[in-house]
């Protein structure tokens, strides 16, 4: 797939994962949509472009940022295909750095995939989801109330793949399924269960699964720089569709 994609498609792609990875709150101001979840990943605390033409004149951007300092959180920017051509060097002159590009991959899903014995999805997460979630995302004391709240508001149906072994974790990820769209979250092998296929199973079963709920496409996110993931969802037929990155302010 082209890095040259139609913004219409971007701002689809851009609108599903938003809600299949949602915020705890939301605000739309002059072409910007600021994304709140106290702190808890760069994604669901960012300031995200919604068309390049959004506004980009200092008093709009310094009463963006103002949101997130009030909270007591340092700004950051997420800039994909629909910021304005301009913002990369406008937030550079302010002393703005990048800290990781990343890329929206799609894949078309086709009846093949096929569900392994061993993974369960269910459709809320378990005790042992979390806990495990908990244990090797790793997610710190603080943010375990926001993320779950995070994880009940993942659009409907919603797939917390599991796989384990005499009680103990193995592989987990998610799958939240919109139309014909199935969005792929946070797909993790513990240490332990490395080079034994599970990252490759525990994602082909919810390719199954998201199939068998009207699901013909899967997308993802993944940092460019991942070179244990992208062979595997290379091979599983992911393309890259964009990339964006994070920009970050200079310490005050």
């Given at each position: 797939?082209?890095?040259?994609?139609?913004?219409?498609?971007?701002?689809?792609?851009?609108?599903?994962?938003?809600?299949?990875?949602?915020?705890?709150?939301?605000?739309?101001?002059?072409?910007?949509?600021?994304?709140?979840?106290?702190?808890?990943?760069?994604?669901?605390?960012?300031?995200?472009?919604?068309?390049?033409?959004?506004?980009?004149?200092?008093?709009t951007l310094e009463s963006l940022e103002a949101a997130y300092r009030a909270r007591n959180q340092a700004p950051v920017w997420r800039l994909s295909p629909l910021a304005p051509p301009a913002m990369g060097d406008t937030l550079a002159a302010r002393g703005y750095r990048t800290i990781e590009r990343s890329l929206?991959?799609?894949?078309?899903?086709?009846?093949?995939?096929?569900?392994?014995?061993?993974?369960?999805?269910?459709?809320?997460?378990?005790p042992a989801w979390i806990e495990a979630f908990c244990t090797h995302s790793?997610?710190?004391?603080?943010?375990?109330?926001?993320?779950?709240?995070?994880?009940?508001?993942?659009a409907k149906p919603a797939g917390f793949a599991f796989v384990e072994a005499e009680g103990s974790p193995l592989a987990m990820a998610i799958g939240a399924v919109e139309g014909d769209h199935m969005g792929l979250f946070d797909v993790l092998v513990m240490p332990e269960a490395r080079r034994r296929g599970l990252a490759r199973k525990i994602t082909e079963s919810l390719y199954a699964w998201a199939w068998s709920h009207g699901a013909r496409f899967a997308y993802l996110q993944v940092v460019a720089t991942n070179e244990a993931a992208m062979p595997l969802y290379a091979a599983q037929g992911f393309r890259t569709a964009y990339a964006y990155e994070y920009r970050i302010p200079p310490p005050l």
């Open positions: 797939m082209s890095l040259a994609i139609d913004l219409v498609t971007v701002r689809r792609l851009e609108e599903l994962a938003f809600r299949g990875w949602p915020a705890l709150e939301t605000q739309d101001r002059a072409g910007w949509r600021l994304r709140f979840a106290n702190g808890y990943t760069k994604r669901s605390n960012s300031i995200n472009a919604l068309r390049q033409n959004a506004q980009i004149d200092l008093s929206l991959q799609l894949c078309p899903l086709h009846a093949g995939f096929e569900a392994a014995p061993e993974v369960r999805i269910h459709a809320e997460p378990t790793p997610v710190r004391p603080e943010h375990r109330n926001t993320m779950q709240r995070m994880l009940a508001a993942i």
